[in-house]
Nanobody
């Protein structure tokens, strides 16, 4: 099983990035996918998630309206569009996959232990 997070980089405040989480070795449409981030010296926090059914999405309050999560089951990939980025959002962004079954509506920003697989992370740096 592999989760490959990519798309991070250096961006100015107010800029945009699109992160990708490409998966292999799992039956993709059976899995909820979550995006988490961890800044130096801070705990890992949930940013956004999408259910296996694609019908449920959640966002942490600080990003709602600026970030958008989506999934492409044909490509076994989840995307996170980051707009209007702020310096305090500098962090390593990780994606994680949790097995729930086809058509399941679960995803969570808080239950990190319910995600079965984690990617290696991609660095997002927001700085002028």
């Amino acid at each position: 099983v592999q989760l490959q997070a990519s798309g991070g980089g250096l961006v100015q405040p107010g800029g945009s990035l699109r992160l990708s989480c490409a998966t292999s070795g799992i039956t993709f449409d059976y899995y909820a996918i979550g995006w988490f981030r961890q800044a130096p010296g801070k705990e890992r926090e949930g940013v956004s998630c999408i259910s296996a059914s694609d019908s449920t999405t959640y966002y942490v309050d600080s990003v709602r309206g600026r970030f958008t999560i989506s999934r492409d089951n044909a490509k076994n990939t989840v995307y996170l569009q980051l707009n209007s980025l702020k310096p305090e959002e500098t962090a390593v962004y990780y994606c994680a996959a949790g097995l729930r079954g086809r058509g399941n509506n679960w995803c969570s920003l808080n239950s990190k232990t319910r995600y079965d697989y984690w990617g290696q992370g991609t660095q997002v740096t927001v700085s002028s």
